[in-house]
């Protein structure tokens, strides 16, 4: 019993050379794991209306049209919690995209405090 081995991965239920096996390891090669991807932008200011828009567009049209997607989490979308009287909210960061840069200033505020994600470059070159 000792050297008994068990292999748990998804490739032991498919024959060699099934076209499904294919395409998965063709999903891998192309993006290092079949779990998750991350799509980038580059952009002046993520906290402009028409960019939130233009992201969230894409965000729903992905989860929508992509075959096997299972979420799609964008930093509109993303879950902010805040400490009110009384107990925690919990609520998506943007609901509505504001109208007026007072609004987007809280939002903003409120957004993630890590560069990577609010479009900040991650590596400075002199």
């Known amino acids: ?12 239920w498919f024959v060699k ?9 063709k999903f891998k090669a192309t993006f290092g794991n079949d779990e998750f991807v991350f799509i980038l932008f580059d952009t002046e ?3 402009q209306p028409d960019t939130i828009r233009r992201i969230g567009r ?5 989860e929508a049209h ?11 979308n993303v879950e902010h919690i805040e400490g009110i009287k009384g107990g925690v909210e919990i609520h998506e960061l943007i609901k509505n995209v504001p ?12 957004g993630p405090d890590k560069a ?3 479009g900040e470059p991650i590596l400075h070159h002199d």
Request: proline share 2%; net charge negative; no cysteine.
């Open 1 to 12: 019993m000792q050297g008994l081995v068990f292999d748990n991965s998804n490739e032991i």
């Open 17 to 25: 050379g099934d076209r499904t096996l294919e395409i998965m390891d």
């Open 45 to 47: 200011d993520f906290f």
């Open 58 to 62: 894409l965000a729903d049209d992905l």
């Open 66 to 76: 992509v075959p096997y997607v299972k979420d799609m989490t964008w930093l509109g």
């Open 99 to 110: 109208d007026t840069a007072e609004e987007m200033a809280k939002i903003k505020e409120k």
């Open 116 to 118: 990577y994600i609010v």
